[in-house]
């Protein structure tokens, strides 16, 4: 029975908005549990430089956080990578080496396919112990370097 009129079985359909919460729910979670991963390989205690014309990072690519932090009790800095401390560069070159083939293979064909590594290094810290971090970049493999700064204090 073909019938017309506005039965139940109209063909319309209802706008639910139960299911459509249900998403947003499960994409708020994945995307705080990525923000939280990359915050972590953060060095909290690492005081950056001030550089008032600093440009925005491009957040499209692939990137390698390694924390240089200066000791001021033992004269020394302290290389952190992938939450692990190093106290020298030479350490954790294997480790960073992993990370850039890793890198690689999660970059997808509408990004760039060089990952970048991004150097946060103490303010205190000697310039020499930044070209140590840079010394290992290029020893990885990777040539793209930025440094991580402050605009203000």
Same mark, same amino acid.
């Given at each position: ?31 705080? @549990? ?26 499209? *690519? ?6 240089? *932090? ?39 064909? @509408? ?8 150097? *946060? ?30 605009? *203000?204090?």
């Amino acid at each position: 029975m073909a019938g017309g009129g506005g039965s139940i079985e109209s063909g319309e359909p209802d706008f639910q908005i139960a299911p459509m919460i249900d998403v947003l729910l499960v994409m708020l979670i994945f995307f705080m @549990t990525i923000t939280s991963a990359q915050v972590l390989r953060i060095d909290k205690n690492i005081k950056l430089p001030v550089a008032q014309n600093a440009a925005r990072k491009d957040s499209s *690519r692939a990137e390698v956080i390694i924390n240089v *932090r200066w000791d001021a009790d033992l004269q020394k800095a302290v290389f952190t990578f992938d939450d692990k401390t190093y106290d020298t560069t030479a350490e954790f070159l294997p480790a960073l080496q992993l990370a850039k083939e890793a890198a690689e293979k999660q970059i997808s064909s @509408t990004q760039n396919p060089n990952p970048r590594v991004v150097i *946060r290094v103490d303010k205190e810290a000697p310039a020499l112990y930044a070209s140590q971090a840079m010394n290992a970049a290029a020893e990885a493999g990777i040539a793209d370097i930025s440094f991580s700064t402050v605009n *203000r204090e």
